[in-house]
């Protein structure tokens, strides 16, 4: 848990140096998200006056919200020790929970801005979310189970072989995993201009240690959702579940294997991003309900045919 | 079973001494409605875990049939339901019933709906179950019109009894299929009696329109938004927190214990409407702007919920499958007693904001978390609960529903292969939904600034109120963090109904919730809470040890802007523009059009919307329609001689006896 929440600015920072490289920039360090945390957590928090309670306490929530949802996601090894308090649709509901608290602190304070992200940021959920269940359904019912691990586990040994259902929950879940995460062409995270902006515009007001832990629930939030799609849909090279004694060689392997998935698909999304321009905030229904449509094709799927 | 009897009787008494013009008649009558309610939920709670079914005959009602009840495991659990509600509610009345200025109108007719809604549960016959069916409709009508001078209110009330007449009547229908010509009213001999295919299908589409009338299914959910409302705050939580679930109570009892197996087709049915009602329920929610016809919506969405589980259970019962149909009606049951708590909260703060601001219309409040910190929490936490956020109780209910929905056993019919994962979509569709809609419902109205003098200048409470809504809060989060309670309680239901039941969930380790199997799936509701309680605490605690913890209040930085005007806010129209955009342009065909003032006018700019309503346009305005013009037609037969009803009734006599001469 601990390894994962020191890895997550990791990624994002690598995320935007090879962002950076693609547009002929030198960029910043691998560890610039780091020294900024650390740089916010230093400084004096300034709270707008009409703040509640509510603008306070949010971004310690959203962030224990979304590590708890990261420690269920299995990283490198398979076996975790949490796995078995939720499934996959606990993980969807914990960042479903974090966003509600953000949306409302977004609204706390009372400005234009922090309304349109909530509202934008909701509309995006409003698709997100649905096409996210229905690509853990036609998981679940591949594996026979909502349980990461034991799905994670069933396509490891790939038994499941290749099939047209998961080819379209892979499709489905790369798209609600750009929206999800807020990245182009859905949301900008690197945006200053003020109506582009949907995360960005819901933490205009936030400040020092808040900003710092809405930041690294962000980074959270990205490793977490790529750790799943690697742990689904390319789970090779994980080091098994040992009951009690724990292969140190296996795991290190197994962290390297990660390590090594990450960077792929980090380099993956920078070169992504770097390829194309932000959509038009009512062109992204359309995105997302492609993603919806094959989600619950691949449902259907399945429902009419075992095999596919 | 005595004692449920005696309870009732004793409401019905207590309705009398809501006719004094006593001062002191409020508390009495809402206090001892307290006492009697909780009396009758833990009889409820008794009958539930008791061994077998009680029954009483009483020498009243119809000759020959008498009054039958019977207490047993399901209308224990509806009891607990009603009652759990009920004494909420009169607590939170205590308080929120003083600021009542025509007491006269409500007091009598209160205790009476909590009795007829005990009624409809025990009954056991048909001829009592449409009397206290009947009287449950009337005395809530009578409640909706308690504020009579309301604008609105007339309208409300009317269409609210003529939906509840064709709910009666409709019912009375399916009865009288299901007594067949013998004329076997009680439920006992239903039982025992299995009509064909075809009168068992027609029963039980009547008994869908019959209770989904009730229950607010869409498209028979025209009054809910209409009547709901309209009450009294505290009155509007029982109607909507409990009377919907009576309509549910219905549904499962003639479906699953007085029809045989039900036919696969009508589970597909059922599926449909509850998807569509899930959907449309919330959309319609999510463009509204006045908070208790917002929450009126949001019942149609949850009841949506219910139904899809009950057709789950109905679909996996027609094939066979005994296991899967518990698991999806405990999903059902579940999400009922949750819809139930919450909802009644949701209204007690609809209540509470309304008696504190005199508005309703979110769009001029505001800031209220500053001046109603109490009601604030229980409402977010409410709004989380419905919203289906983990560690809550909705989030159980709506998980178990996703369980059922993968079961995936063999199923027979074309039609449930494609509705059962529609509706595994429509369900994931409206969660998110509510989420957005809970957002703008506590965003627009609690945060913020205040956009009215009213709500700027509200006042927080009295004690009563604030103590049965952060009571009904506490039980929502309870139920949430040991949902494997629930579900045991609810095993002799499942057990009455299919044979069958869900393993015991509470010996399990840690409190998980394993509805089929481990490696299927679990969910800890415990560990879940107390990881977020930890982290959380831990956070916080670290942060502030280890860095600067001082902080400073400045204005809002609004990247430079700030405007001090209120009204530059988010409103709950412009909160939910894109989802208008998105979904209500094609579904309810919602316009928008934008005037710009040529260059050089003065004149403001404006932006107008639209949003019709194509259920109550196409469905129900044609037949409202026909109506006017048939009773216009036939107005002028009110204004004839004597001579012509003579000549009239001759012919009516001469045309039946050719009629009979004919046909023999």
Not at chain 2, 527 to 549: D, E, G
Request: proline fraction near 5%.
């Amino acid at each position: 848990m601990v390894l994962v929440l020191l890895a997550a600015p990791l990624l994002t920072g690598f995320v935007r140096k090879v962002k950076a490289r693609l547009q002929r920039r030198r960029g910043a360090s691998l560890i610039q998200p780091y020294r900024d945390l650390r740089r916010l957590l230093g400084k004096e928090a300034v709270i707008a006056e009409n703040a509640s309670w509510l603008f306070r306490t949010a971004p310690y929530l959203i962030f224990a919200l979304t590590w708890v949802a990261a420690s269920m996601v299995p990283t490198f090894a398979g076996g975790l020790m949490f796995s078995w308090t939720g499934d996959l649709i606990v993980i969807i509901a914990l960042l479903g929970a974090a966003r509600f608290l953000l949306a409302l602190a977004g609204l706390d304070i009372g400005t234009g801005f922090g309304g349109i992200g909530a509202s934008r940021e909701m509309m995006i959920a409003s698709l997100a979310e649905p096409a996210m269940l229905m690509i853990v359904v036609t998981l679940a019912l591949i594996a026979g189970s909502t349980e990461l691990a034991t799905i994670a586990g069933y396509l490891e040994t790939g038994a499941a072989g290749l099939r047209i259902s998961l080819a379209l929950a892979l499709v489905a879940f790369a798209i609600v995993a750009l929206a999800e995460n807020g990245r182009l062409p859905v949301d900008n995270p690197a945006t200053h201009l003020e109506l582009t902006m949907v995360h960005e515009a819901m933490v205009l007001e936030y400040s020092a240690r808040h900003l710092a832990m809405l930041e690294l629930a962000a980074s959270l939030k990205l490793l977490l959702t790529i750790s799943m799609i690697v742990a689904i849909f390319f789970p090779f090279g994980m080091a098994g579940g040992g009951d009690g004694l724990i292969d140190i060689a296996a795991c290190a392997r197994g962290g390297l294997v990660w390590g090594g998935k990450l960077a792929a698909a980090g380099a993956l999304l920078g070169g992504f991003e770097t390829a194309i321009a932000k959509m038009r905030v009512f062109r992204i229904p359309g995105l997302l309900g492609i993603a919806l449509m094959l989600g619950l094709l691949g449902t259907l799927l399945l429902y009419i045919s075992q095999g596919l | 079973m005595i004692a449920v009897l005696a309870g009732v009787l004793a409401l019905l008494a207590l309705g009398g001494v809501g006719m004094s013009r006593s001062r002191r008649a409020s508390g009495i009558v809402y206090g001892v409605s307290l006492l009697l309610s909780s009396a009758l939920g833990l009889v409820g709670l008794h009958a539930l875990l008791a061994a077998g079914p009680e029954t009483v005959a009483l020498p009243l009602g119809l000759p020959w049939v008498g009054a039958h009840f019977r207490l047993d495991a399901l209308a224990g659990f509806f009891l607990l339901i009603i009652n759990l509600g009920g004494a909420a509610v009169s607590l939170y009345a205590i308080g929120h019933g003083r600021h009542e200025h025509d007491k006269a109108r409500v007091l009598p007719f209160y205790p009476w709906f909590l009795a007829a809604l005990d009624l409809v549960v025990i009954a056991d016959d048909a001829f009592t179950f449409l009397f206290a069916w009947e009287l449950m409709s009337l005395v809530s009508w009578a409640l909706v019109l308690a504020h009579h001078r309301a604008p609105g209110t007339l309208r409300a009330g009317y269409v609210y009894l003529v939906m509840a007449s064709l709910s009666g009547l409709v019912l009375l229908l399916a009865f009288g299929l299901l007594a067949g010509a013998n004329g076997g009213y009680a439920f006992a001999l239903m039982r025992t009696t299995r009509p064909t295919p075809g009168i068992a299908g027609l029963a039980l589409m009547l008994a869908l329109i019959g209770t989904g009338a009730k229950a607010g299914l869409v498209p028979l959910h025209v009054w809910l938004p209409l009547a709901h409302p309209a009450a009294p705050s505290h009155v509007s939580a029982l109607m909507s927190g409990v009377m919907t679930k009576v309509a549910v109570y219905a549904f499962v009892r003639i479906a699953f214990d007085l029809l045989g197996p039900p036919p696969a087709w009508s589970a597909v049915i059922v599926l449909l409407l509850g998807g569509a009602s899930a959907c449309l329920g919330i959309l319609y929610a999510l463009m509204e702007s006045d908070l208790k016809r917002l929450l009126a919506y949001s019942t149609v969405e949850n009841v949506g919920i219910v139904f899809i589980g009950v057709g789950l259970a109905m679909a996996f019962q027609a094939s066979g499958f005994a296991l899967g149909a518990a698991l999806a009606l405990t999903a059902a049951l579940f999400h009922v007693f949750n819809h139930a708590i919450i909802k009644t909260l949701l209204f007690c703060g609809a209540g509470a904001v309304l008696s504190a601001t005199g508005e309703r219309d979110m769009d001029r409040l505001g800031g209220l978390i500053h001046r109603l910190p109490q009601t604030s929490v229980a409402m977010l936490i409410a709004c989380a609960a419905i919203a289906a956020l983990p560690p809550l109780n909705g989030f159980v209910s709506e998980w178990l529903t996703f369980q059922a929905i993968l079961l995936r056993p063999a199923l027979p019919q074309w039609g449930l292969k494609l509705m059962i994962p529609a509706d595994g979509a429509l369900l994931a569709l409206a969660a998110a939904l509510t989420a957005a809609c809970f957002v703008k419902l506590f965003g627009i109205a609690f945060l913020g600034r205040p956009r009215s003098d009213a709500a700027r200048e509200a006042h927080e409470l009295d004690r009563f109120s604030r103590a049965a809504m952060l009571g009904l809060a506490a039980i929502s989060l309870l139920v949430g963090i040991f949902p494997g309670v629930l579900v045991d309680v609810l095993a002799p239901v499942m057990r009455e109904m299919f044979g069958a039941r869900l393993a015991a969930q509470t010996p399990l380790p840690w409190l998980s919730l394993i509805p089929v199997a481990a490696s299927r799936s679990s969910y800890n509701g415990l560990l879940v809470f107390l990881f977020i309680a930890f982290s959380t605490a831990a956070t916080i605690l670290a942060i502030h040890r280890v860095t600067s913890r001082s902080a400073r209040r400045a204005p809002a930085w609004d990247c430079g802007f700030p405007d001090a005007s209120a009204i530059t806010q988010y409103s709950g129209a412009s909160f939910a523009q894109p989802l208008r955009r998105v979904f209500a342009a094609t579904l309810f065909g919602a316009r928008e059009t934008v005037t710009l003032p040529p260059p050089g006018d003065m004149a403001p700019a404006r932006i107008e919307k639209a949003l019709p309503d194509p259920i109550w346009d196409r469905l129900y305005a044609p037949f409202e329609r026909l109506i006017g013009r048939l009773a216009d037609f036939l107005n002028p037969l009110q204004f004839l001689t004597i001579r012509r009803y003579l000549v009239f009734v001759f012919l009516a006599l001469v045309s039946l006896l050719l009629a009979l001469a004919l046909s023999q």
